[in-house]
Every structure is written in C-alpha cells, then in structure tokens.
C-alpha cells in the first residue's frame, strides 16, 4: 500500500477508536461549531477579565518559593455570569437551544471555569473549548455536577475559551448556570 492509503487508514482508525486529535474531543465537536444555523462566533457575547501582569505575578511566585510555599496553579478571578443575563442565546430550530459565551483572559496562557451554580436538565451539555477550537474538553452532564451544585473544569489552553450549553428548548426554563469563576 501506498503512505498515502496507510496514512488515511491511520486516521481512520483514530476516529473511530476515540483517540484524540487536535481540534476534538473523542469525535465530539461543539454545536457552535458543526450547526450551520449558529452565528459565527465572533457574534458571540464575550465576558473579558482583567489582563494578567506577568512581571507582578513572576515576582509573587519567586518570593512565593522564597517562603517555601506551594507553586500556584493559576489566579483566579471572580466573576458572575449567567445563562439569564449573559452570553448569546439562539434557537437552532423548533426543538433545540444554544447559549454560548466567550471568556477572554488576555495575558493567560490557560483558562478554566468553576460554575458556582450549575443545574443542567436531562438533555443539556455543557462544553468549554479554545475559541479557535484547538483544545477541546469532553461534554459535562447533570452527572457530572457535584453534590454542592457546581462544576469545575479542566484547564483549556489559551487566553480566549468558549463555553456552551446545548439543550432541548423546552427545558430552557430549568438550566442555572453560573459561572464564578475564571
């Protein structure tokens, strides 16, 4: 066989067997993405945090170490964002929903999100993906929300991430989502 088959084949066999590659999650692409009825994203309402200061932060961890302390994983933000207030909301057809919002960190090399409320009916998924679609975390369900009521995401790497919630329209009413922090 020619490379050319054996790479095609080799691709193949990826997608089918779930094995990551760039730009998917295990072969789940967010609606935003895929839906032809979604507006670009760029139409989608965006919630910017504070730039980070590298030089501040560079010298806080040096004399964090100094003092022995532990390594910081990230800096969090308080924010309050919600699927009522905030982001975009669109009607994909008679059945299904979109609510998607940019979160724009500039200055972050990774960006995860702790939703402080999260209730998601039976049919909703939640996502959270790099704007330009190169990191790509797996879908999140009402199981997959703690006993508290929230959710807490993998790191997504970039300064500019998207979360989305896909859901049945009818069930609209019944999502809280609340993102508190970024």
Same mark, same amino acid.
């Given at each position: 066989?020619?490379? @050319?088959?054996?790479?095609?084949?080799?691709?193949? %066999?990826? #997608?089918?067997?779930?094995?990551?590659?760039?730009? #998917?999650?295990?072969?789940?692409?967010? /609606?935003?993405?895929?839906?032809?009825?979604?507006?670009?994203?760029?139409?989608?309402?965006?919630?910017?945090?504070?730039? #980070?200061?590298?030089?501040? /932060?560079?010298?806080?961890?040096?004399?964090?170490?100094?003092?022995?302390?532990?390594?910081?994983?990230?800096?969090?933000?308080?924010?309050?964002?919600?699927?009522?207030?905030?982001?975009?909301?669109?009607? %994909?057809?008679?059945?299904?929903?979109?609510? @998607?919002?940019?979160?724009?960190?500039?200055?972050?090399?990774?960006?995860?999100?702790?939703?402080?409320?999260?209730?998601?009916?039976?049919?909703?998924? #939640?996502?959270?993906?790099?704007?330009?679609?190169?990191?790509?975390?797996?879908?999140?369900?009402?199981?997959?929300?703690?006993?508290?009521?929230?959710?807490?995401?993998?790191?997504?790497?970039?300064?500019?991430?998207?979360?989305?919630?896909?859901?049945?329209?009818?069930?609209?009413?019944?999502?809280?989502?609340?993102?508190?922090?970024?």
């Amino acid at each position: 066989r020619s490379s @050319r088959s054996i790479s095609k084949l080799a691709l193949l %066999l990826m #997608l089918m067997t779930g094995i990551a590659t760039p730009g #998917l999650s295990q072969g789940i692409d967010p /609606i935003g993405r895929i839906d032809p009825r979604a507006q670009p994203l760029r139409q989608v309402a965006t919630l910017d945090v504070a730039a #980070l200061d590298r030089t501040a /932060i560079d010298a806080e961890d040096v004399r964090r170490r100094t003092n022995g302390d532990p390594a910081r994983f990230a800096i969090p933000y308080a924010v309050r964002a919600t699927t009522a207030a905030n982001g975009t909301w669109e009607a %994909l057809d008679a059945t299904w929903s979109l609510w @998607r919002l940019r979160v724009r960190a500039p200055g972050a090399s990774h960006v995860n999100l702790g939703f402080t409320t999260c209730v998601l009916p039976a049919t909703a998924r #939640l996502m959270v993906y790099a704007a330009d679609y190169s990191d790509i975390v797996r879908p999140f369900t009402a199981a997959d929300v703690s006993a508290n009521g929230e959710l807490w995401t993998p790191v997504v790497q970039g300064s500019e991430i998207v979360v989305e919630v896909y859901l049945q329209t009818a069930q609209r009413p019944q999502l809280q989502v609340t993102v508190g922090q970024v």
